[in-house]
């Protein structure tokens, strides 16, 4: 499991939620405390906004911890909404192109957690996808092929409908081609106005997540794990949640998969044909 900590309010430096912390970012790369795994070693990457729609990016697939341009990075970029991620690869090999977050215009986004039966149910996941997504398609993992049909139905104008509908779609088939379905989930998204993140798992076993406030008044971090010992500042966020940050402040949803209307026949075809 991957671990990541996302951030909106006012502008602080990247590394303190990176590196400063004493359980940073950094740290949880090789000292997870409530993973499956320890050792999130198979890349990282940040994405962050700042005077342009579109977000900055940096990934590499170095471990968190050896990196001295991260550290570097962290050190001096200032922003008021950012994502950060460590990966510990379940699918899609160790190269640059699958280390998150990934980004689509102004979009960001970035995941932990698994899709069973993958291997099964890429190929018509993929046939969802119309030639502008499905050509922006890069890498290899679960994780961007979720983002990008999120995208496809609609993450633009209604962002948490979209990913129900992604998360339900997936589900969906999954079922229909396999007999089973099981999705495990924590993601963050943005547009660089509003952080969205969401805690979902088809079982009971969802990744954690946790809020708290942090610096000045109305910004907030999201995390996979504490960044510290403080306990009364971290706020479990509850399965099946979802959380917005905007202007507003920080407000809390539900978040249920939405079934999608397709030609499962087709789907089958589809698949088949892969």
Same mark, same amino acid.
């Given at each position: 499991?991957?671990?990541? /900590? ?31 795994? %320890? ?14 729609? #579109? ?27 950012? $994502? ?25 986004? *970035? ?13 018509? *996941?993929?046939?969802? $996808? ?13 994780? +961007? @092929?979720?983002?990008?049909? %999120? @995208? ?40 660089? +106005? ?17 809020? %708290?406030? *942090? ?15 403080? /306990?009364?500042?971290?706020? #479990? ?9 905007? /202007? ?5 949803? #539900? ?16 698949? $088949?044909?892969?």
């Amino acid at each position: 499991m991957c671990r990541w /900590a996302a951030y909106r309010g006012e502008a602080i430096f990247l590394e303190e939620l990176v590196t400063s912390p004493a359980h940073s970012l950094i740290e949880q790369s090789h000292c997870a405390t409530r993973a499956k795994t %320890a050792t999130n070693a198979d890349g990282f990457g940040i994405a962050w906004y700042g005077d342009r729609p #579109e977000p900055g990016r940096f990934r590499d697939v170095l471990p968190a911890w050896s990196d001295c341009n991260l550290k570097s990075l962290a050190r001096q970029i200032r922003s008021p909404l950012f $994502l950060a991620h460590v990966r510990a690869a379940t699918h899609g090999s160790t190269r640059r192109d699958n280390c998150h977050p990934f980004v689509h215009d102004t979009w960001s986004f *970035m995941h932990n957690g698994q899709i069973d039966h993958f291997d099964r149910i890429r190929r018509p *996941m993929e046939a969802m $996808l119309d030639d502008a997504h499905f050509n922006a398609r890069v890498g290899t993992t679960d994780s +961007e @092929l979720l983002f990008l049909l %999120a @995208l496809q139905f609609g993450l633009r104008e209604r962002p948490l409908t979209a990913m129900s509908e992604a998360v339900g779609f997936v589900e969906q088939i999954s079922l229909h081609l396999t007999g089973a379905a099981r999705v495990r989930m924590t993601a963050a998204f943005s547009d660089g +106005e509003t952080l969205y993140a969401v805690r979902y798992s088809t079982d009971e076993f969802a990744p954690t997540l946790y809020a %708290a406030p *942090m610096g000045p008044k109305g910004s907030y971090c999201l995390v996979s794990e504490p960044l510290n010992d403080e /306990a009364d500042t971290w706020v #479990e966020i509850p399965p099946s949640s979802a959380v917005i940050l905007s /202007a507003k402040g920080l407000e809390a949803a #539900e978040f249920k998969p939405v079934s999608a209307r397709i030609d499962m026949p087709q789907i089958r075809s589809v698949a $088949l044909a892969g």
